[in-house]
């Protein structure tokens, strides 16, 4: 196929994915993470199936003495409200609440004109916020942090990209191949979005994972490139070394963040599993982009990228590798140290379902919240735990179950309410907020009182100990798959058992010290202002599992790279000292840039609004800089020193490397 067919072809891919692929953002959900099969999951489908559609409000707060009486009886008779509540006044006199509940066709248009009907009485003093308004937030505030984070990485990326490859024809390069693959991954997460449900989250982790992902490669396969380059001076020749040579290594980089992200459907929440056919989708659109779409630019470039100059051997890294072979367990021991102190925060990690404080303070949501918290502090403390029974509002049983509820340790208030005849909602107000051991300890007495008929609790926190639990058992599940498949993918590439291994396990620590960071910062307060946040209590739910898969894989990665060349000098001479050092030397370069570049990308997630984005952000820019320093830099060297030969087995020295053992690691060179 002609260099120009292949640029057409992407040319249109490109208009298709920022153009069709762009209204994505409008199909975007703020939905929770709910588990299929859970009992809080099936309270809700009694009360549906009951004739209790599930209940979509606005919820309206009026501050400032305003006066929006006139308003409020407009809005009765508009398009797709059901009823309009008495205002209630808060207890200081200064602000007053109102419901509006919506009619189950109301759209989204519908609730945007009486919001904005409201507003317009009272100017500043009138917040409306709820059902389709907030969700129509979420994906406003989802599209506004992908363009900042765009706006803010893309120049950067290109700067560092002059610099390492010291001009501007082969810095963009790399870059042309990011901007391809994100207007893919608009168009894959569009076409899945009429299967599934599509998260404002993901949309964000997938296009920042999608730019960084090309950015990684398009740099492996440039570099390969400009060293064929210093070897012939045919320049098709060496494209196809470099295709050929890079491309295996790709693939092999590319499937480790696939099974990473193919982990994540293993669990049941749809959410997770879309997050990894997405990401996984993400992964081979950006293979396919560097390896089809870059050396038909590259062919375009022709003389206009120089070739590598050679390796003195004398660097910064040859000198970081006499250091750290002179002290190898001492080295091991400080570093291992040091990262382990750093995941003493994840030690007592909180895990909740993200609420309005994860919104900036610009957002109508979050401004709503702000004034609640001031003027009615008793509506914004823990959701209500809601039972759902199979008994009437009327029965003398649903009383004395309601009784027994209310005696029972952190429950506040309850009361009963009808859904349908025969079916009834008893809802308790907790004391504590879900996340607690005493909030949990309430939802599990609340479960545990007796009843003559069946109880089905849900609510937040029914909601939040659902997933815990579904967590905790499909979680080693997932983490076998990844496992397994890394293992076998590294154990077949170095012909060695203890190099997989270590190889787990070291990147398991890069993961930890990240899970500390996003405690320490996020949950505990500490430096939350400098991340345009505060202390939550608690990180959002799913962060940990997303940081986890996509940190492993991409630590992975790095691992690739350096062992591959270590490994293709022991077996040329057999010397293990010297192996690690000359991997790391011709290796260490490679590595450290496209771990900055990564790191540019996705510190993009703590430019945007959204306080789970920027958990996930401040994760991975922790995970990517300790695995491509400490870690991969001295962690793994120090110990491949102190194994000498252990390393290896079973492979023996003084072989000629096959050839794709050869291809891989010069390609990671």
Do not use: C
């Amino acid at each position: 196929m002609s260099k120009k067919l292949v640029i057409l072809l992407w040319l249109a891919v490109v208009a298709l994915g920022f153009g069709v692929g762009g209204g994505v953002f409008a199909k975007l959900t703020a939905q929770v993470a709910t588990v299929p099969g859970s009992e809080s999951e099936r309270a809700l489908d009694l009360r549906e199936a009951a004739g209790g559609p599930p209940e979509r409000h606005l919820t309206v707060v009026v501050t400032g003495g305003a006066d929006v009486t006139g308003a409020l009886e407009q809005a009765r008779s508009a398009a797709g409200v059901a009823t309009v509540a008495p205002p209630l006044p808060s207890a200081d006199g200064q602000a007053a609440l109102t419901d509006i509940t919506l009619t189950a066709g109301a759209t989204a248009a519908q609730a945007a004109q009486v919001a904005e009907h409201l507003r317009a009485a009272a100017p500043g003093k009138v917040t409306v916020a709820g059902g389709p308004l907030t969700d129509n937030e979420f994906s406003t505030q989802a599209q506004r942090d992908v363009q900042r984070a765009e706006m803010i990485t893309l120049p950067v990326v290109l700067i560092l990209l002059i610099i390492v490859f010291g001009g501007l024809v082969a810095g963009l390069m790399p870059l042309i191949v990011a901007i391809a693959g994100t207007a893919a991954t608009f168009g894959i997460l569009y076409l899945a979005s009429f299967v599934t449900d599509i998260s404002v989250y993901a949309i964000q982790v997938a296009t920042m994972l999608s730019l960084g992902l090309a950015v990684d490669y398009g740099l492996l396969l440039l570099s390969r490139y400009r060293t064929e380059l210093a070897q012939t001076e045919d320049r098709e020749e060496a494209l196809r070394r470099a295709v050929r040579k890079a491309g295996r290594t790709i693939a092999v980089t590319g499937l480790t963040v696939a099974a990473s992200l193919l982990g994540l459907t293993v669990f049941p929440d749809a959410f997770l599993r879309s997050m990894g056919l997405a990401g996984a989708g993400v992964v081979v659109v950006d293979m396919l982009a560097v390896l089809t779409l870059m050396p038909a630019v590259l062919r375009l470039a022709g003389r206009r990228i120089k070739p590598a100059r050679p390796d003195s051997g004398t660097g910064v890294f040859a000198r970081l590798a006499r250091f750290v072979q002179r002290r190898p367990l001492v080295v091991t021991v400080l570093t291992a140290a040091a990262v382990l102190v750093l995941a003493v925060p994840s030690l007592h990690v909180r895990l909740a379902n993200s609420d309005a404080r994860a919104l900036p303070t610009s957002t109508e949501t979050r401004k709503q919240f702000d004034a609640l918290s001031a003027h009615f502090p008793e509506l914004v403390g823990p959701d209500v735990i809601a039972a759902v029974v199979r008994s009437g509002a009327d029965d003398p049983r649903t009383a004395q179950f309601a009784a027994d509820v209310r005696r029972v340790p952190g429950v506040s208030t309850v009361d009963v309410a009808r859904v349908a005849d025969g079916v009834s909602v008893v809802r308790a107000t907790p004391v504590h907020e879900p996340w607690t051991a005493e909030g949990r300890a309430t939802l599990q007495a609340v479960r545990d009182v007796p009843a003559p008929f069946e109880v089905l609790v849900t609510g937040d926190a029914a909601r939040l100990v659902d997933y815990r639990a579904m967590l905790a058992e499909y979680g080693p599940w997932a983490a076998l798959v990844v496992l397994v498949a890394t293992f076998a993918l590294l154990a077949v590439f170095t012909r060695s058992v203890l190099l997989p291994i270590k190889a787990v396990l070291t990147s398991l620590l890069s993961i930890a010290a990240a899970f500390g960071a996003i405690v320490w910062v996020f949950q505990d307060g500490h430096l939350a202002s400098w991340f345009g946040t505060e202390r939550l209590g608690a990180l959002d739910l799913t962060v940990p599992v997303l940081v986890a898969a996509i940190a492993f894989g991409l630590s992975v990665d790095y691992e690739v790279f350096l062992l591959a060349r270590i490994r293709e000098r022991y077996l040329e001479t057999g010397d293990a000292r010297a192996a690690v050092a000359t991997g790391l030397q011709q290796t260490g370069r490679i590595v450290t840039s496209a771990a900055l570049l990564l790191v540019v990308v996705f510190a993009g997630f703590l430019a945007g609004g959204f306080a789970p984005i920027k958990e996930i952000g401040l994760g991975l820019v922790v995970a990517i800089v300790l695995d491509a320093t400490v870690v991969r830099m001295l962690l793994v060297p120090a110990t491949m020193t102190l194994l000498g030969r252990a390393n290896w087995w079973p492979s023996k020295p003084a072989v000629r490397p096959s050839t794709v053992d050869r291809e891989l690691v010069t390609a990671g060179g």
